[in-house]
C-alpha cells in the first residue's frame, strides 16, 4: 500500500514550487487513478519482455520475481456456479468489474485445460481427447464473460483464479476553519507495492502537466519516467 496522501503533498509541492498552479483534489484524484492503472498494466509488458530473459540468481534482484510479488497483492479466487439454466458459468457477473485477467480455473480438484471455441467439436468426438471429469476443459465467450465447461453434464462450481484491478483511490478531505484537512477516514490508499511511491508521484505529476498546461513540468517527469523505466530494464 501507498499512502495517498503522502502522495499527493509531495505533488502538491513539487507542481508549487516555481508557482505553477494548485491541483484540485478532483483532479490528483482523477490523475492518481490513470497513475496506478497505467503502472499495473505495465507489470504484465514487463513480465512478458523479463520472461525472455535468464533470471538473477541473487534473489532480491530478479525482476521477474519481483513483478510477480507485485502482482500477487491483486491475485483473487472465487467459486462461481452455473447460470439458472445450467448452460454456462457467468464471470462477469460473479467476480465484476474487479477481473482484469483470469488465471488457473480448477473443477474439483482438476485443472481445467483451456481450448479454442472452433476445437470443441473436435476434441468431443476424439475417443483420447474427449473431456472427462478428471480431465475437464473450457472456452471463454462473449468477451471472457462467460465460460462454457466440458463435459458439459459437470454441475458443481468452478473455483476461478484471477487478477483483479486495484481498487480506485481516492484522497478524501473536510473542512475545519475554513482549511481543507486530510480525512483519513474516508480515504483509499494505493494498493501498489510500496515501491511504487516515487513513480505515481512522477505520473501524476506529468499528468498535472498537461492540465496546467506547462510543458516544462510533463516535460520533466516524462523524462524521470523513461528513467526508471530504463534502470529497470537495463
Known amino acids: 500500500m501507498v499512502n495517498i496522501d503522502t502522495v499527493y ?12 498552479g494548485y491541483i484540485t483534489p478532483q483532479e490528483f484524484n482523477l490523475f492518481a487513478n490513470q497513475a496506478q492503472l497505467d503502472i499495473f498494466e505495465q507489470y504484465f509488458y514487463d513480465i512478458n519482455q523479463f ?16 513483478l510477480e510479488e507485485k502482482i500477487s497483492i491483486f491475485e483473487d479466487e472465487k467459486n462461481v456456479n452455473k447460470n439458472t439454466a445450467g448452460t454456462f458459468y457467468n464471470i ?12 488457473s ?9 483451456k481450448v479454442n471455441a472452433n476445437h470443441i467439436h473436435t476434441i468431443n468426438r476424439s475417443p483420447l481427447l474427449k473431456p472427462r471429469s478428471y480431465s475437464p476443459i473450457y472456452t471463454l465467450k462473449e468477451n471472457k464473460n462467460k465460460l462454457y465447461l466440458y463435459p458439459q453434464h459437470l454441475e458443481d462450481p468452478i473455483l476461478v483464479n484471477y487478477i483483479r484491478k ?5 484522497w478524501s478531505s ?5 482549511s481543507q484537512l486530510y480525512d483519513s477516514t474516508n480515504s483509499v490508499d494505493f494498493e501498489l507495492h510500496p515501491s511504487e511511491e516515487t513513480k505515481l508521484v512522477i505520473k501524476i505529476l506529468g ?3 498537461i492540465t496546467l498546461k506547462d510543458p516544462a513540468l510533463y516535460q520533466i ?8 523505466i530504463q534502470q529497470e530494464k537495463q
Open 174 to 178: 473536510y473542512t475545519l476553519s475554513g
Open 9 to 20: 503533498q509531495r505533488v502538491l509541492a513539487l507542481a508549487n514550487k516555481e508557482q505553477r
Open 207 to 209: 499528468l498535472a502537466g
Open 51 to 66: 520472461g525472455r530473459i535468464p533470471g538473477n540468481d541473487t534473489e532480491y534482484s530478479d525482476m521477474l520475481n519481483y
Open 92 to 103: 462477469s457477473n460473479s467476480i465484476g468489474s474487479s477481473l482484469y485477467k483470469i488465471g
Open 166 to 170: 486495484p481498487e480506485k483511490a481516492n
Open 105 to 113: 480455473i480448477t473443477y474439483d480438484g482438476y485443472v481445467c485445460e
Open 221 to 228: 517527469a516524462g523524462a524521470e519516467d523513461n528513467k526508471n
